[in-house]
Nanobody
């Protein structure tokens, strides 16, 4: 059974930083694409970054590239999203998501909701001026 729990959200001023965590309960013998999505008020949910556990490869959408960084602590089964130089437009509910992948596979770009079967409950990130 797969379960994801996000933490670390909150409020920050523009230009500040936040680090989100996603504690994952997954099959340790399988490979996964793990992603971060966000949904701003009145907008559709969008993928912002993904990481394939098989080779550690990371993908970022242009709007966060250079500002957001994913990392993973495999011993703790925890995925992180370090968010720096935050902008007001980064305000959204952030979701961690994952789906099992074949060992020779990779994550699709950009991350699409349809490619992820398991989701966390979401966590609010608010960036103010």
């Amino acid at each position: 059974q797969v379960a994801l729990v996000e933490s670390g959200g909150g409020s920050v001023q523009a230009g500040g930083s936040l680090k989100l965590s996603c504690a994952a309960t997954v099959d340790p013998y399988s490979q996964y694409c793990m992603g971060w999505f966000r949904q701003a008020p009145g907008k559709e949910r969008e993928g912002v970054a993904s990481l394939f556990t098989g080779d550690g490869s990371e993908l970022y959408v242009d709007s966060v590239k250079g500002r957001f960084t994913m990392s993973r602590d495999s011993a703790k089964n925890t995925l992180y999203l370090q968010m720096n130089s935050l902008k007001i437009e980064d305000t959204a509910v952030y979701y961690c998501a994952t789906d099992r992948k074949a060992p020779w596979s990779t994550c699709e770009y950009p991350p699409q909701e349809v490619d992820f079967a398991y989701w966390g409950q979401g966590i609010q990130v608010t960036v103010s001026s």
